[in-house]
T-cell receptor, first 114, second 115 residues
Framework: SQQGEEDPQALSIQEGENATMNCSYK?????LQWYRQNSGRGLVHLIL?????REKHSGRLRVTLDTSKKSSSLLITASRAADTASYFC??????????????FGRGTQLTVWP | DTEVTQTPKHLVMGMTNKKSLKCEQH?????MYWYKQKAKKPPELMFV???????INESVPSRFSPECPNSSLLNLHLHALQPEDSALYLC??????????????FGPGTRLTVT
């Protein structure tokens, strides 16, 4: 399977704390993306990091990518109760086609307590 | 307008019924996707349309029939479904680039229950 694997599967923290989620994958990729999903709703794109990038920031989000270890991490700083959701990494495997197939990992369920 | 809309939000159908799920986007995206998501599982790709042509079918059973009438619309026709097909069906769209893959924009999904 080319799916990413998130770690941990569930994370429970207090408001104001930082949350770190990790993702490992198996094949070479064009890019890796992180998505968020509130319970039973559609996914929202958070950040895309290309294979030649090592770190990217967006607001309270920080994503790192280590292609040698085939892993990525998502850091949410100063978490809020509204950050409670499932977070998925998704990989776009290197292929001849430019049309991306996204493979989603199993996700991390983040719960932020007020 | 950065929204992908899906109708209906909820659908209950019997195994002998025929129904359709609809998806619409007005972002000028030329790639559209159908995903299936079971509870506590990641989304699984079903179909991809590129420039209104089916480009990927991930070995989906024929009881699911996609259709792309124009660049803004995507349908999923359902017929003779099984209870195990009950899931959240997500539609997504994205731009296409020559060298890069763009993020996908997802609709809120249709919660399908097959009785």
């Amino acid at each position: 399977s080319q799916q990413g694997e998130e770690d941990p599967q569930a994370l429970s923290i207090q408001e104001g704390e930082n949350a770190t989620m990790n993702c490992s994958y198996k094949t070479s990729i064009n890019n890796l993306q992180w998505y968020r999903q509130n319970s039973g709703r559609g996914l929202v794109h958070l950040i895309l990091i290309r294979s030649n990038e090592r770190e990217k920031h967006s607001g309270r989000l920080r994503v790192t990518l280590d292609t040698s270890k085939k892993s990525s991490s998502l850091l949410i700083t100063a978490s809020r109760a509204a950050d409670t959701a499932s977070y998925f990494c998704a990989t776009d495997p290197q292929r001849g086609s430019t049309l991306g197939r996204l493979y989603f990992g199993r996700g991390t369920q983040l719960t932020v307590w007020p | 307008d950065t929204e992908v809309t899906q109708t209906p939000k909820h659908l209950v159908m019997g195994m002998t019924n025929k129904k359709s799920l609809k998806c619409e986007q007005h972002m000028g995206h030329r790639a559209m996707y159908w995903y299936k998501q079971k509870a506590k599982k990641p989304p699984e790709l079903m179909f991809v349309y590129s420039y209104e042509k089916l480009s990927i079918n991930e070995s989906v059973p024929s009881r699911f029939s996609p259709e792309c009438p124009n660049s803004s619309l995507l349908n999923l026709h359902l017929h003779a479904l099984q209870p195990e097909d009950s899931a959240l069906y997500l539609c997504a769209s994205s731009q296409e680039g020559l060298a890069e893959f763009y993020e996908q924009y997802f609709g809120p999904g249709t919660r399908l229950t097959v009785t």
